[in-house]
């Protein structure tokens, strides 16, 4: 773990989530209609404190690159972290399911958790023109490619054949299409942006005091709160 950014421990919470929850539960839970004191969610808040207890001591000096970098040094076994982190792999030179491999975290299996990549034009622009032709560069074919192929993120066109990649990527272009897909918390996309800073803020917490029942107490009333502001 390396979570001196603390969306990387918030990441790791999403994941037990899910995996109590699955793809239904965690929809109802993100639109308010399971509460975050639901016997499910309790279960894996305590499944994410039993992880807490195993990970690296040195977690909070890391960051997120930082602690992939221990797997590829064969210095631990294993981090749970997003698709971008593939390209750390590929940047040591390792070879999909020969130097590493990867697995759905635990309890996931069938659901997807999409993160998406958005490049913008922003209004008032100074150089409107070349912003323009950098991203046709980037939705083109041969940007997709270019571009995913080095992330470890699938294209979001769908003219874009997985023989064109690695096994990692046709992997997870599989799952994309067949599995559930779910919409991340920890990074905004599936509940407000004052949601995600509280549930930030309170992981933040969760890790120093490891009480299960106020951290419990406290996302109930982010989600009353948040649930009242829409």
């Not at 969760?206 to 406290?218: E, I, Q």
Request: aromatic share 10%; with cysteine; glycine share 8%.
């Amino acid at each position: 773990m390396g979570d001196s950014g603390v969306w990387t421990s918030t990441c790791l919470l999403e994941n037990c989530l899910l995996a109590s929850l699955h793809a239904s539960g965690w929809n109802g839970l993100c639109s308010n209609q399971i509460r975050w004191d639901d016997p499910r969610v309790v279960a894996a808040v305590r499944s994410y404190k039993q992880l807490l207890e195993i990970e690296n001591p040195d977690h909070a000096a890391l960051s997120w690159d930082q602690a992939i970098a221990k797997v590829v040094e064969g210095k631990c076994a294993f981090s749970v972290m997003g698709d971008w982190a593939y390209g750390e792999f590929k940047k040591a030179n390792l070879k999909d399911n020969e130097d590493f491999g990867w697995v759905n975290f635990p309890g996931t299996e069938g659901s997807f958790i999409m993160v998406g990549d958005g490049f913008t034009l922003a209004t008032g622009a100074p150089h409107k023109s070349e912003t323009l032709q950098w991203l046709k560069v980037l939705g083109s074919k041969e940007g997709q490619l270019a571009f995913n192929k080095i992330k470890g993120s699938i294209p979001v066109r769908t003219d874009v054949s997985p023989k064109e990649f690695g096994a990692y990527h046709q992997w997870s272009m599989n799952s994309f299409a067949h599995d559930s897909i779910v919409r991340s918390v920890f990074e905004g996309e599936a509940t407000s942006p004052a949601f995600q800073q509280a549930l930030n803020d309170a992981v933040s917490a969760f890790s120093a005091d490891r009480n299960v029942d106020r951290f419990v107490k406290t996302i109930v009333s982010a989600a009353v709160e948040n649930a009242s502001s829409d």
